[in-house]
């Protein structure tokens, strides 16, 4: 890990976590926030994996996966890590743990063109770019859709 040395341990998210995280979404994605109704959904919504990461008793981290078991895919909606907790291993703890519980064969994603720190986060854990959605964020920033195939466990089905 790199920078300052802070603890944080991975929970589940609840609803009870809605004001943290809308805050932690605006620091993060500033006009690309959720709204309190679609961060309510992503706290509520039955079958999502709803994680945060905690420094200091506060939340610094979030990440929801929604695993589409009919495509076998699961999809990272949204990861994001305050600004002062950055580079210290969070972002890739909340994703490893997001796709191990999702634990299907295939994880998607999407991410601002300019995140350079995000796509080298995703690169570097074995996604791969897979196409790109032309102005997809509010900003009229395109979105590049990135996908990881996943080792499944030796106990299940091993097929795409």
Do not use: H
């Not at 299907?104 to 196409?131: F, H, M, W």
């Amino acid at each position: 890990m790199k920078g300052e040395e802070r603890n944080f341990s991975l929970e589940e998210a609840t609803w009870r976590d809605l004001l943290a995280l809308r805050n932690l979404e605006k620091e993060c994605f500033g006009t690309d926030a959720w709204s309190l109704l679609e961060l309510l959904g992503v706290l509520t919504f039955p079958d999502i994996v709803r994680l945060k990461a905690l420094g200091e008793r506060e939340m610094v981290g979030f990440i929801a996966g929604d695993p589409k078991r009919e495509e076998r895919t699961g999809w990272i909606l949204t990861l994001g890590v305050l600004p002062g907790w950055r580079r210290m291993g969070i972002a890739e703890a909340l994703l490893g743990k997001c796709e191990q519980l999702m634990n299907l064969s295939r994880v998607k994603l999407t991410v601002r063109r300019g995140n350079e720190p995000a796509i080298r986060l995703y690169e570097k854990t074995g996604y791969r770019q897979i196409n790109i959605w032309p102005k997809y964020y509010k900003s009229g920033e395109d979105g590049l859709v990135f996908e990881k195939i996943m080792e499944m466990q030796r106990d299940g089905d091993l097929s795409q």
